[in-house]
């Protein structure tokens, strides 16, 4: 008989190895898939893994892509990850995003044309407080009315997305765009545009915020009282409260922050890669997110890798997809295999397997 | 003076030479949704086929599908164009800035923008004229609907959509002046879910015939559950809905556009421009009216679409009003293809208001 067995404290050893041994198994099983597909599998793992970062014809081009790709899923995961650990989940930071995007865009729309080192500054402020008030609806119904927070933040995704859409075809469409929905190109508009801080390296600003609140997220969960209380809160909410944690101020800070922090995101995608309020600016940055924080085991530092990691397996399987004519789906596939075979292995840092009788 | 021109025609000629040993070009494509959505996607990768069909050894096409509007869609372009692309086509409206964005990057790769209004020295736009298709549409629901009620489901409230609509209702008005039409926006060009959702909602409203300018085949899936409801392919033939629920459809065919401009970079002579082609050069096509609709119906609607291929009749004809009762065209005049490209407005005795 095979049992699991917990461990008295998780394994410090299997949470660093566990992740390679899920990349290995993936790399297994995708491979299975790929000569399934009548595709050289060692050359698919090779391209999706090996070349964004290292081939010379691309890796120039998409090393710093990765960074641009992974800057708002990382951004938006410190923010979910402070939540989830005091068991307050925001589901909805995707509507909190395209909430930062839509301020932020707002805010550079409506000084077009002037020109001032100003500007952006403040369309960094609109953004996060777009992203925070749309995180406030289920914040303050949470706390006044105890409804879920789970369902609220959820349903108001889509509230958001029909925002989107009425100013990308209203309030802020571009009135020299012959009718066509979307906003004016931020990328054609300097003061407002969120270049690159050093060229051709992919940091833009949002790149750097991202590392700024993965510094942050680190040093509160670890040093500051209120990463204690969060904590707290996870992993013993009754003493908590007994030892005097406001609940509501707790709730009112995790999504406070998660949703600023999306809307930051989403601010600097608008202002940047992206450039212009679209009907479906959007791209599910906001849910995508949510993977990378768990993948990231919840920990900062954690989920810099993940978000690293996703990133690659987003560049690397469109080169996939070109190089060898794979199927779109093989990749999500692919991407599909890696989570589950990472969080399947998550069970070994807390359970070990034993082989015999049970006692 | 004189050397530097014979150096500059030996340098030409050369780089021609070259161009003409190395026969080989790669053709990329980046579409919207997957290949098999049996709709737009589909029938861009048909044209995608028909270039390889075409030239077979001297051109490699590559494509990426389900590729996310905005800035996913600039980097799966540079990819392309790093590895080698010659010939780009951008197939959604979502791409436009993207494509002038990685265009400016390579100025030797050329590109090819579907839908959209931006053109640069290396971007060319084409369209089809989807509402000549949509006329004979409207004319056949029109003929068709018994409950005289229209269902039309809409992607986005664009020019392009709206177009479609206006040109469908003034069609089926002309033949059942009780005609009305009822329209949901589901925002999205390929969601099966919402497009089944929005197709329910009609019928249950009583909608009889469904129109659809989303691009997956639920619609016509839940008309056939439903019963008694007409519904016509769209961009693609979606023939196995046939006889009904689908009566007929409009196919996209972007297999000649995609052979000649792909034939005109082999030959060097290839030059941006903008191309919006209807029924008469065969990029619209009607599929095969079924035998659901009596041969009387199907008669008028062929010679209508034999009347809009060969120019003698243009969709928007006049005496027309705009929806607020304000003339827009005059008695036999035609609209212009500048007033068409921004359409943004309704005809006369549609109700409700285009989104804003």
């Not at chain 1, 500051?224 to 707790?250: C, D, N, Q, W, Y």
């Not at chain 2, 926006?185 to 019928?203: C, G, R, V």
């Not at chain 2, 792909?262 to 009607?286: E, F, H, N, Y």
Request: hydrophobic fraction near 45%; proline fraction near 5%.
């Amino acid at each position: 008989m095979i049992h699991f067995e917990k461990r008295l404290n998780p394994s410090r050893i299997t949470t660093v190895v566990t992740p390679i041994i899920a990349v290995i198994l993936t790399m297994i099983a995708g491979g299975i898939m790929f000569a399934a597909l009548g595709k050289p599998p060692l050359e698919a793992i090779r391209i999706i893994f090996w070349d964004p970062l290292f081939d010379p014809n691309f890796a120039s081009y998409s090393r710093p892509q990765l960074l641009v790709k992974a800057g708002p899923l990382i951004l938006i995961a410190i923010g979910l990850s402070i939540g989830f650990k005091a068991g307050i989940w925001n589901i909805g930071a995707e509507g909190q995003y395209i909430l930062g995007a839509v301020f932020g865009a707002a805010v550079a729309l409506a000084a077009y044309p002037a020109d001032s080192v100003l500007l952006f500054p403040a369309m960094v402020v609109a953004g996060a407080f777009g992203g925070w008030l749309w995180a406030m609806i289920p914040a303050i119904l949470r706390t006044k009315f105890n409804t879920n927070e789970i369902l609220v933040s959820l349903m108001l995704v889509y509230v958001a997305e029909s925002i989107l859409a009425s100013v990308a075809q209203g309030l802020l469409k571009n009135p020299e765009g012959y009718g066509f929905p979307g906003s004016r190109n931020l990328q054609q508009y300097p003061s407002a545009f969120n270049a690159e801080v050093i060229a051709n390296s992919g940091m833009h600003w949002g790149v750097i915020s991202a590392f700024i609140a993965v510094i942050f997220a680190y040093v509160m969960m670890t040093r500051h009282i209120r990463g204690f209380e969060v904590r707290l809160m996870g992993e013993a909410p009754k003493a908590a409260r007994f030892s005097g944690v406001s609940t509501t101020r707790l709730v009112v800070f995790c999504l406070g922050i998660s949703g600023a922090l999306a809307g930051l995101a989403g601010m600097f995608e608008v202002s940047g890669p992206s450039g212009q309020i679209t009907i479906d600016f959007n791209s599910g940055y906001g849910f995508t997110a949510i993977i990378v924080a768990f993948l990231g085991r919840l920990h900062p530092i954690g989920i810099l890798l993940a978000g690293l990691l996703m990133a690659l397996t987003y560049i690397g399987g469109e080169l996939a997809q070109l190089m060898l004519g794979l199927p779109g789906a093989s990749i999500q596939l692919f991407q599909g295999m890696l989570l589950l075979f990472l969080l399947a292995t998550d069970i070994f840092t807390n359970y070990r397997i034993r082989i015999g009788g049970s006692n | 003076m004189k050397l530097k021109s014979i150096l500059t025609s030996a340098i030409a000629a050369v780089a021609l030479g070259t161009a003409a040993i190395a026969a080989d070009i790669k053709v990329g494509f980046v579409y919207v949704g997957p290949v098999g959505d049996g709709g737009w996607t589909y029938e861009h990768d048909q044209g995608r086929k028909a270039v390889v069909e075409a030239f077979g050894d001297r051109v490699e096409t590559i494509y990426q599908e389900s590729v996310p509007e905005g800035a996913d869609s600039e980097r799966v372009m540079t990819q392309m164009a790093l590895q080698g692309a010659d010939l780009i086509f951008t197939t959604s409206f979502g791409y436009m800035d993207p494509t002038i964005n990685v265009a400016k990057k390579f100025p030797n790769v050329k590109f090819e923008h579907a839908t959209g209004y931006k053109r640069a020295d290396n971007v060319s736009t084409y369209s089809a004229r989807f509402y000549e298709g949509r006329a004979v549409q409207g004319h056949i629901a029109g003929k068709m609907t018994k409950t005289n009620k229209i269902g039309y489901i809409g992607s986005f409230p664009i020019p392009e959509v709206i177009r479609g609509i206006n040109s469908a209702y003034i069609h089926a008005k002309k033949v059942n002046p009780d005609v009305e039409f009822n329209i949901v926006w589901a925002y999205t060009w390929f969601d099966p879910a919402k497009e089944a959702d929005a197709a329910n909602a009609l019928i249950e409203q009583g909608c009889d015939v469904v129109l659809q300018h989303t691009d997956s085949t639920a619609p016509q899936a839940a008309a056939e559950k439903a019963g008694n409801v007409i519904t016509f392919g769209q961009a693609s033939d979606m023939a196995e809905f046939g006889p009904l629920p689908r009566v007929s459809s409009i196919i996209d065919d972007w297999g000649p556009y995609y052979v000649a401009r792909t034939q005109a970079v082999l030959d060097g002579t290839w030059t941006s421009m903008d191309t919006w082609d209807g029924i008469g050069p065969g990029m619209v096509k009607i599929g095969e009216i079924s035998s659901a609709v009596p041969a009387d119906i199907k008669a008028e609607a062929e010679a209508l679409r034999d009347a809009l291929g060969s120019g003698e009749y243009h969709a928007f004809t006049g005496p027309l009003n705009k929806q607020d009762g304000t003339p827009w065209l005059a008695a036999g005049e035609t609209a212009d293809d500048g007033t068409l490209a921004g359409m943004n407005f309704y005809v006369e005795g549609l109700t409700g208001t285009i989104p804003q």
